[in-house]
């Protein structure tokens, strides 16, 4: 039942896919966690080539990429994923894909809102002059952290709400080892409550405050949540209970590849989710291409 | 885990059906942010709850309530009341005129300092109220359960020898949660052991530290109201059926979100023990508010 | 001539005047302090004027003496040789003096973080009708208070930042019987420290904070101090310590009126200010018009 509605939205929309990036070769994915491990205590984090390794298996790893857009466009391809939120500013990979598939590739810029006034222009930069049409913030990877109820995150707020872009936060505790304070699901409660426009979607699970986690989502009409970074073997129970009764509008997929989950296991699990018939395609893509305005 | 039907229910959340152009949830729209709330929803919770009740009570709206209560077996209901006229005017007549069904309790805004104190000892005095309330997210500022400013408030309760009902879990209106996060009732207790503080409108989602804290402060109770019967916290039924017997009571939400006919409608399925029904229903409250 | 008196010829600028309203007016119009008051001598309207205690000689007019609000406070202003002025635009008398006398009055609004993006806008939206001179926030008189380093007024600053518009907000012990909390000096650090463009003026005296108001005046660029409600011979000794060394430039003459001050009792002070020479032509008019973004022109 559920798999026969999974095909057919996929058939029949496509998929985006709101978090997505580009492979690299070991080494230099690796070396793109250099940020994290600046925060970390602990040996492990300083060894390890992916700080959140001990929670995932099969890891992407590549010896060598010829041309990252055109393998990430083959995956895509192999799994019926039309669309794909990508970050800007990465590397180069983004910009390529953006001009040669502009149909494929949605962008989505970043913020570090300890940069004050210089975050918020570069905000309305991206959004204005480069079409970035959501803007990513992981304020508990910033060096200082910046929770998400901080002060220093509402002028960014405030931007979104005037370029009436959707924000996308990290909520629930974090794999690699820093602290978790600053994305407790809890201080979304605030958050939403001074900016009831402002659209944002949660990423990496909200766990272990799921439970208040759809509390809220019920509470506040613009809040969200995508599944980034879980494989969906493990999306959350009391999530998946409520996109099935009142949240079919508010939960989004995202996968998590090259980061910690291979393309071909995602959808190899996804059509198990016991999902009713009318969530999967708000789900898959009506829900993303809302707020995405696609 | 028959529900006995003879016990006369005494139900610690009820009140007369609004009257027409009644601005009953004026007080909430400071706190409120969002157009939705502010311009559509004419109960700010309305999002939770399937056919809020809007009765016709005609021009007598006490008689209706107490008609209802008698179709339910009700015995006795507290209403809340303030000394505001305009908002309290049926529920004020409902006390003088029926004190063998109804007893009141204030409505308490810590904001307002030792007017609030002097208030609440008054409304004992020439109200006769059994029990102060507060809705500690819905106040302007809001005011944390744990703050100084209800410090006055809980002292006056226990000089008065009267519970204090008090909202907490996330609150359905769009406004901030952390004033009545269950957490905070702990420092209370703690400070203030022989305050009878009982909770209200569910302690969700953290039931299961309510049952903690229900277990390890003894003067600390749990009211059910704004709940469905068949929403009622699995770990708060099951806390009743173990240790906790004398610690749930039963307060229902009506008219402001529940119908009675639902309400006692689900409640023969809540799978209370057979010793657990009738404190539930009526000893708990005869007990803590003080009403025999 | 004296440096004083040479620079009074030149123009001066008040920053923050109100229009003459009746006796009934200002009361109504301290409602919004008597809402977050809790003694009775405020809370009851004893007290007239909140800060009323310390003030001598309030200016008052009985509802018959009020004439037109506008033409009031440009003759006060003519006698006085007062010769630019920052006013509220919030309501019809406002708007219509800056449009009716666009040299001499410049525009101003208040504002309430409380209201979250509807605050926001508003600053756009007078932004757009107006030359919008100041933003200004009374952080202790805001019902729920709002503290400066408050998230709440983040958006606001960095709305002023966008629109290039200054932020004057009221900083120390307010006069009214309200905390003092959202409004203590210390908090100004962390706003200059994450929002080092921001013009911040603070009014109303930083008292008892003034050491460290001038410390904090010397540490960050854009922020500046205005005299507000303080009849020249009380302005703190620090400030005019700070004026006469290194601080020139970041000293801005503001009155009370009609809110407390007359300006016969200001000026009957003024002289007795041991300023510099070198200070007065900057305090009375120069930084105001620098700060503010007034048109410039020395009238002596």
Redesign the interface.
């Known amino acids: 039942m559920s798999s026969e509605a999974f095909e057919k939205a996929r058939a029949d929309l496509g998929v985006i896919d709101t978090m997505i990036g580009f492979p690299a070769p070991r080494e230099e994915q690796a070396k793109h966690y250099d940020f994290i491990r600046r925060q970390t205590h602990d040996a492990d984090s300083q060894e390890w080539e992916f700080p959140a390794q001990y929670m995932f298996k099969g890891v992407p790893h590549y010896d060598k990429v010829d041309d990252p857009v055109e393998m990430l466009l083959a995956k895509m391809n192999q799994h019926g994923i039309t669309r794909a939120l990508t970050g800007m500013a990465v590397d180069g990979n983004a910009k390529i894909a953006l001009e040669r598939h502009p149909d494929r590739f949605i962008a989505s810029t970043n913020t570090d809102p300890n940069q004050?006034?210089d975050a918020?222009r570069k905000l309305e930069q991206d959004v204005r002059v480069h079409g970035a049409r959501a803007v990513n913030c992981w304020g508990t990877g910033l060096i200082p952290q910046v929770p998400l109820?901080?002060?220093?995150?509402?002028?960014i707020?405030?931007?979104c709400?005037?370029l009436d872009i959707p924000i996308f936060v990290y909520a629930g505790v974090p794999g690699p080892r820093i602290r978790f304070a600053p994305q407790e699901v809890?201080l979304l409660?605030?958050v939403?409550?001074?900016?009831?426009?402002l659209k944002i979607v949660t990423r990496h699970g909200g766990e272990p405050w799921s439970?208040?986690m759809?509390?809220?989502l019920?509470?506040?009409?613009n809040l969200h949540y995508s599944t980034s970074a879980f494989a969906p073997k493990h999306y959350n129970k009391d999530i998946i209970h409520f996109a099935n009764t009142r949240g079919a509008d508010k939960v989004i997929y995202a996968g998590y590849y090259p980061m910690g989950l291979d393309i071909d296991r995602i959808f190899a699990e996804l059509p198990h989710v016991p999902f009713r018939d009318h969530v999967w395609p708000k789900f898959l893509y009506e829900n993303a291409a809302r707020l995405l305005k696609v | 885990m028959t529900m006995p039907t003879d016990v006369g229910v005494i139900d610690l959340m009820i009140a007369t059906p609004f009257r027409a152009g009644a601005r009953t949830y004026q007080f909430l729209r400071a706190n409120l942010r969002d157009r939705e709330s502010l311009d559509e929803f004419e109960f700010p919770a309305q999002y939770m709850f399937k056919d809020v009740p809007h009765p016709e009570a005609g021009d007598d709206p006490v008689r209706f309530l107490l008609e209802q209560m008698d179709r339910f077996g009700i015995e006795k209901g507290m209403l809340g009341v303030s000394f505001s006229e305009e908002r309290s005017a049926d529920s004020l007549r409902a006390l003088k005129q029926h004190p063998d069904r109804f007893f009141g309790s204030l409505e308490v805004d810590p904001n307002r300092g030792m007017d609030a104190v002097r208030d609440l000892q008054r409304a004992v005095e020439e109200l006769g109220v059994k029990a102060a309330t507060a809705f500690p997210a819905g106040l302007y500022p809001q005011v944390p359960i744990n703050d100084a400013k209800f410090y006055p408030i809980y002292a006056k309760c226990i000089e008065l020898d009267i519970p204090i009902c008090v909202c907490a879990g996330v609150p359905g209106p769009r406004v901030p949660f952390a004033p009545q996060y269950v957490g905070l009732i702990d420092e209370v207790c703690w400070y203030f052991p022989e305050l009878k503080f009982v909770t209200r409108h569910g302690c969700e989602p953290w039931a299961d530290l309510a049952v903690k804290l229900l277990l390890k402060w003894p003067n600390l109770y749990y009211s059910t109201s704004a709940f469905a019967p068949r929403y009622y916290p699995e770990a708060v039924v099951k806390f009743a059926n173990t240790r906790g017997a004398d610690k749930v009571m039963y307060a229902g939400y009506y008219p402001m979100g529940l119908s009675l006919d639902r309400i006692f409608k689900e409640m023969p399925d809540v799978p209370f023990r057979d010793h657990v029904w009738p404190k539930f229903l009526r000893e708990n409250a005869e007990r803590v508010f003080k009403l025999s | 001539m004296t440096a004083y008196e040479t620079a009074r010829a030149g123009g001066v600028v008040d920053t923050a005047v109100g229009f003459p309203k009746s006796r009934e007016d200002m009361f109504e119009f301290y409602e919004f302090i008597r809402k977050g008051s809790h003694d009775a001598a405020t809370t009851a309207g004893e007290l007239e004027f909140p800060a009323g205690y310390m003030f001598k000689n309030v200016p008052k007019w009985e509802s018959d003496e009020m004439g037109d609000p506008v033409e009031m406070l440009f003759l006060e202003h003519q006698r006085h040789g007062i010769t630019q002025a920052i006013v509220g635009v919030e309501d019809e008398v406002g708007r219509r003096a800056v449009r009716d006398l666009p040299d001499h009055f410049f525009a101003s609004i208040g504002i309430d973080p409380n209201e979250g993006m509807d605050a926001v806008r508003k600053i756009d939206r007078y932004a757009n009708e107006f030359d919008l001179k100041a933003v200004g926030a009374f952080p202790s008189g805001l019902y729920p208070q709002v503290a400066l380093n408050d998230k709440m007024f983040y958006p606001i600053y960095a709305k002023c930042i966008e629109v290039g518009v200054a932020f004057c907000s009221t900083a120390g012990v307010p006069g009214p019987r309200l905390q003092f909390a959202p409004q203590e000096v210390a908090l100004i650090d962390e706003v200059c420290w994450f929002f080092p463009e921001l013009v911040f003026v603070t009014r109303h005296g930083c008292e008892p904070w003034t050491a460290l108001a001038a410390k904090l005046l010397l540490k960050w660029p854009n922020l500046y101090y205005s005299t507000t409600a303080f009849a020249p011979k009380y302005y703190p000794a620090d400030i005019i310590n700070f004026a006469n060394t290194r601080g020139a430039d970041k000293v801005i003459f503001s009155g009370y009126f009609p809110a407390g001050l007359t300006y016969e009792r200001i000026f009957n002070e003024l002289p007795g200010v041991p300023f510099r020479d070198h200070v007065w032509q900057k305090f009375l008019r120069e930084n105001a018009q620098r700060v503010f973004k007034l048109p410039a022109e020395d009238l002596s």
């Open positions: 004050g006034m918020v109820n901080d002060k220093k995150m509402y002028p707020y405030a931007k709400i005037e809890a409660d605030e939403c409550w001074f900016f009831p426009e439970e208040l759809v509390k809220l019920l509470k506040w009409p």
